[in-house]
């Protein structure tokens, strides 16, 4: 079971166009880290999210955490092709080893057309 | 400096089979984490390893074993390999025991890629 949903799980928009890609949860989570994955490489990290309604900027994307900390939302301002990925969201839930598990969601396929 | 390195990149095996894929973290990293991505999936967590020690471990069968070595380097290890066992699989280094976040993020290497026929 998948505790973390993406939506949309495709995009294909043009480029210059806004986006936003949604995560959600019924679980609470001590963070929530947004990743781009390329092909035939591994996740990088874009930015972790730690406080209810916190909103970080990094250029044209802005990452939102939701209040209740189950969600988030990452929007793209002018969509560039250097943007085209596969986005993941991951949630961290604290271990009985007191450390962070990450549960990554289902992904969201970000394509960008020039 | 090196990123996280994973070998083999690629690898086939019938089903039956048993797998070792290996993992060099970053150097100074003394966690490790494996995760399985099946195509079109995001990554499943596996096992976490910190001093040499199983600090996690994901649902996965007994199938699945793992080991921290003195260097911090990884060993992932798949028994009785089944089909539903072809996946990317990721190893992921970080700096300190509670992983992920801005304190000690992880960094993932490029994978091993497994096709079991």
């Known amino acids: 079971t998948q505790l973390l949903e993406q939506s949309p799980q495709f995009l294909s928009i043009q480029e210059g166009e806004n986006l936003t890609v949604y995560c959600n949860s019924s679980s609470v989570f001590s963070s929530l880290q947004w990743y781009r994955q390329e092909p035939g490489e591994g996740p990088v990290l874009l930015v972790t999210v730690v406080t209810g309604g916190e909103v970080k900027k990094l250029k044209r994307l802005t990452f939102q955490f939701g209040d209740a900390r189950k969600d988030s939302s990452l929007h793209i301002t002018a969509a560039q092709p250097g943007d085209t990925g596969l986005y993941l969201c991951?949630?961290?839930?604290?271990?009985?080893?007191?450390?962070?598990?990450?549960?990554f969601g289902t992904g969201t396929r970000l394509t960008i057309i020039p | 400096d090196a990123g996280v390195t994973q070998s083999p990149t690629h690898l086939i095996k019938t089903r039956g089979q048993h797998v070792t894929l290996r993992c060099s973290p970053i150097s100074g990293h003394k966690s490790v984490s494996w995760y399985q991505q099946v195509l079109g999936q995001g990554p499943q967590f596996i096992f976490q390893y910190y001093e040499k020690e199983e600090r996690g471990r994901g649902n996965f069968p007994d199938r699945f074993s793992a080991r921290q070595f003195p260097n911090y380097s990884s060993e992932l290890n798949v028994n009785a390999l089944l089909l539903g066992d072809s996946a990317l699989y990721l190893c992921a280094s970080s700096l300190g025991f509670v992983t992920g976040g801005d304190n000690s993020p992880l960094h993932f290497g490029n994978g091993t890629r497994l096709t079991v026929t």
């Open positions: 991951a949630g961290g839930l604290i271990s009985n080893f007191g450390n962070e598990k990450l549960t």
